[in-house]
């Protein structure tokens, strides 16, 4: 009976351990990214072609407020720099945008004429469909990338060393089989 209970015990945390992994991610990897792209290599869609975007991640940018502010908006919004109407509008200077969904979003400075200079951010957020955001396990093959002729924007490349929800269900049914072991 111990053996049963010690069992559920390390299988819950397990689960909640990886279920609960998300990742804050800043922004251009700096405090200073969110700005004028000096060229189109410095630009934050270049850099965010290096990465993975899961569900359940955040997207954390760090600015002057009183300068500039970060818009969610539509593609359409994002591909003629239109400020007017975003879905959410951030100004605090520390922004951190959760990412509940799969697909494209889009970001724009709240300044149109910084935006029109390349001041804005395109990312695809890979759908959990395995059911897994994070977690220990990684290593698994990269998904394909989106078609950017779909996307109306440069796609998202896929990385290797991401979280793999075959990983995942490798680990889970090592602990059921742990379990039965102990059993």
Sequence with gaps: MAHRSLFLIFSIFFLLTNLACSKEILVGGKTSAWKIPSSPSESLNKWAESLRFHVGDSLVWKYNGEKDSVLQVTKDA??????????????????????????????????????????????????????????????????????PALLGAPAVAPVTGSASSLASRVGILGFVGLGIVLL
């Excluded at 605090?92 to 979003?105: A, I």
């Excluded at 469909?129 to 396990?137: D, E, L």
Aim: positive net charge.
């Design 78 to 147: 994002y591909i003629n720099c239109n400020t007017t109407n975003p879905a959410a509008n951030y100004s605090n200077g520390d922004t951190k945008v959760k990412l509940e969904r799969s697909g494209p979003f889009y970001f724009i400075s709240g300044s149109k004429s910084n935006c029109v200079e390349g001041e804005k951010l395109h990312i695809v957020v890979m759908s959990s469909r395995g059911g897994h955001t994070g977690g220990f396990f990684t290593g698994s093959a990269p998904s394909p990338a989106p078609s």
